[in-house]
Structures are given as structure tokens and as C-alpha cells.
Nanobody, 116 residues
């Protein structure tokens, strides 16, 4: 069974940094993409960053380009989201997602709060 487990959320001041982790279990190898989404209260779920199959390529939402980046440890089946220069509007639940075999799997999410 495929499971995704996020961790690393917390409360940080504007301008601060956090690193989120997403551990993927139940999939062998690394030939699958992994995404980070976020959802703020009252807003639609937003795709933040993508690590393509094997971690060969990455893509980012315009709202986080230059501030966020992902790194991937295929041996540990883990994707990291490095968040820098955090803004108030980055406050959201951050969720990990993968879609092998055209079926969606989501983690439970981790809360990131940027607050003065």
C-alpha cells in the first residue's frame, strides 16, 4: 500500500526558513513523480513544486520560484521542500502527492504557519 508521510511543519516568522520532508512507502525504485501541494483556508489547493520521475527535473509555482526548492533522496524514498524567505501568504497545510498507475495518493499534510 502506498503511503506518504509529511513532517517538518511549524510556526516561523516572515523571512524565516523551514524544511519539510515527505517519505514515500509502498513504491519500489524511484520512477515516479512526487509533488508538494498546499491548501490555505478558503483557497483552492495549489501545486507548489514537482519532482519528476527519478528526480531528474523539478518545477515550481511562480509564487515560490526563487524561494523554495526541492531535493530528493531516492535511496530513502524522501522528497524535501526547502522553504526560504517565507511570507505570510505561505501559511497553509502542505501536502505530498504522487500518482503512480494513474491513481492519486496523498499524505495527511503538515501545517506551516508564517506569523509575526
Amino acid at each position: 500500500q502506498v503511503q506518504l508521510t509529511e513532517s517538518g511543519g511549524g510556526v516561523v516568522q516572515p523571512g524565516g526558513s523551514l524544511m519539510l520532508s515527505c517519505v514515500v512507502s509502498g513504491l519500489s525504485g524511484s520512477k515516479y513523480s512526487i509533488d508538494w501541494y498546499r491548501q490555505a483556508p478558503g483557497k483552492a489547493r495549489e501545486l507548489v513544486a514537482t519532482s519528476t520521475s527519478g528526480g531528474i527535473n523539478t518545477d515550481y509555482a511562480d509564487s515560490v520560484k526563487g524561494r523554495f526548492f526541492v531535493s530528493r533522496d531516492n535511496s530513502m524514498h524522501t522528497l524535501y521542500l526547502h522553504m526560504n524567505a517565507l511570507k505570510l501568504e505561505d501559511t497553509a497545510v502542505y501536502l505530498c502527492h504522487t500518482r503512480p498507475w494513474s491513481f492519486d495518493f496523498w499524505g495527511q499534510g503538515t501545517q506551516v504557519t508564517v506569523s509575526l
